[in-house]
């Protein structure tokens, strides 16, 4: 199994709700990634957890919540966000955070109405 | 300045025209990566190159680490390999990648 996935595919979400974004890989990768991507613009970092643990947060706003309960699955939990929050999020996963194989996810297309 | 610079930005080619897409960096790599994106869709890792050449179907990439350049050409190009071609490198230490701004290709029939 080489492969990233992502659920869902599309949110559309409230101002006000709380959703959350879902990464998973069984490639026994020890780091995996947040990135945000809008429209005509290259994916722009957000968390990074090596080894289940957070090493990076690209002063993110709290109102995203990164979670990463075991080594193959990955989190975003989303609160108030705003509409200019609205992207697609892509997750990936590298078998470790140094110069190795990157597997990236479909993305989840999010909008914030 | 980026740190990745890639050319050219749009590219515009007729079915079965060979095409190459460029590439430059200016910080220490461990390893680049040309990925391909479609309209609306993820990223597909391509290749993953430290040295050399590599070779998949009609897609090549090269790298000159010496010069910090790198190159991917498409050999008998088709319309469904119109995308965005991201070229990114990954510095090794902090284990992100930094990305270059894409170069969209659109192959016409």
């Known amino acids: 199994d080489t492969e990233v996935t992502q659920t869902p595919k599309h949110l559309v979400m409230g101002m006000t709700n709380k959703k959350s974004l879902k990464c998973e890989q069984h490639?026994?990768?020890?780091?995996m990634y947040w990135y945000k991507q809008k429209a005509k613009k290259p994916p722009e970092l957000m968390f990074v957890?090596?080894?289940?643990?957070?090493?990076i947060n690209e002063s993110v706003p709290s109102r995203f919540s990164p979670e990463c309960p075991n080594s193959s699955l990955l989190n975003l939990h989303l609160h108030a966000l705003q509409p200019e929050d609205s992207a697609l999020y892509l997750c990936?996963?590298?078998?470790?955070?140094?110069?190795?194989?990157?597997?990236f996810g479909p993305g989840t297309r999010l909008t914030v109405l | 300045k980026n740190e990745v610079e890639q050319s050219p930005q749009n590219l515009t080619a007729q079915e079965g025209e060979f095409i190459t897409i460029n590439c430059s960096y200016s910080v220490g790599i461990s390893a680049l990566h040309w990925l391909q994106q479609h309209p609306g869709g993820g990223i597909v890792s391509l290749f993953m190159?430290?040295?050399g050449k590599k070779k998949h179907g009609r897609l090549i990439a090269t790298i000159n680490i010496q010069e910090k350049h790198s190159s991917l050409h498409i050999t008998a190009s088709h319309p469904r390999d119109s995308a965005v071609y991201i070229c990114a490198v990954d510095g090794g230490s902090q284990g992100n990648l930094i990305f270059g701004k894409g170069t969209k290709l659109s192959v016409k029939p």
């Open positions: 490639m026994g990768h020890r780091a």
């Open positions: 190159l430290s040295s």
């Open positions: 990936a996963s590298s078998q470790d955070p140094g110069g190795r194989a990157w597997f």
């Open positions: 957890y090596s080894y289940e643990k957070l090493s």
